[in-house]
T-cell receptor, first 114, second 112 residues
Framework: GAVVSQHPSRVICKSGTSVKIECRSL??????MFWYRQFPKKSLMLMAT?????????EQGVEKDKFLINHASLTLSTLTVTSAHPEDSSFYIC??????????FGNGTRLTVT | DQQVKQNSPSLSVQEGRISILNCDYT??????FLWYKKYPAEGPTFLIS?????DKNEDGRFTVFLNKSAKHLSLHIVPSQPGDSAVYFC???????????FGKGTRLSVIA
């Protein structure tokens, strides 16, 4: 079935640096990918909708200059957390859907900012 | 305002018995509902879904029931197995390429 690959699975970075997370759809093309963030003991919160070839659509309260999304091709979307701070530490998950399949998720990226 | 609610944060069930996880929604535009299972430090895994034109969908040990008038759906797992222990998220979408809206999840513990 459809598979979504997310990399890296874990990353530790220093405050002030930037981190890039990649999300790939492995056997289908995804014109739209979604980026979620999960806070401890809370639901998955949609951050932004990544559209291939155009600008991402951000949810209210999500800083677009801090969380840069690039959907360079039909199989790749990247999320860059710029100038990371400890409060950005979280579990970030991407998802994508083929034409008729349910939404599939990557395995997530655990970001820790020290 | 939470559009998808899972009011039980946790549930404990004995192995072999039935697990029933509940989910309520408020948005009448939702027409497709899904259940995801999530282990710690992993992304959610799709489990089962149901379209609003149906009231039941079954896949092996997993059955999802949808009551549109009550805006309620439930996931039944029978018989429950220890490997089913995980967090289960209910999700809904209004169709097309709209994103999923998730509930907060229910942690299921199946005790051997």
């Amino acid at each position: 079935g459809a598979v979504v690959s997310q990399h890296p699975s874990r990353v530790i970075c220093k405050s002030g640096t930037s981190v890039k997370i990649e999300c790939r759809s492995l056997d289908f093309q995804a014109t739209t990918m979604f980026w979620y963030r999960q806070f401890p003991k809370k639901s998955l919160m949609l951050m932004a909708t990544s559209n291939e070839g155009s600008k991402a659509t951000y949810e209210q309260g999500v800083e677009k200059d801090k969380f840069l999304i690039n959907h360079a091709s039909l199989t790749l979307s990247t999320l860059t957390v710029t100038s990371a701070h400890p409060e950005d530490s979280s579990f970030y998950i991407c998802s994508a859907r083929g034409n008729s399949s349910p939404l599939h998720f990557g395995n997530g990226t655990r970001l820790t900012v020290t | 305002d939470q559009q998808v609610k899972q009011n039980s944060p946790s549930l404990s069930v004995q192995e072999g018995r039935i697990s029933i996880l509940n989910c309520d929604y408020t948005n009448s535009m939702f027409d497709y509902f899904l259940w995801y299972k999530k282990y710690p430090a992993e992304g959610p895994t799709f489990l089962i879904s149901i379209s609003s034109i149906k009231d039941k969908n079954e896949d092996g040990r997993f059955t999802v029931f949808l009551n549109k008038s009550a805006k309620h759906l439930s996931l039944h797992i029978v018989p429950s197995q220890p490997g089913d222990s995980a967090v289960y998220f209910c999700a809904a979408t209004a169709g097309g390429n709209t994103p999923l809206v998730f509930g907060k999840g229910t942690r299921l513990s199946v005790i051997a």
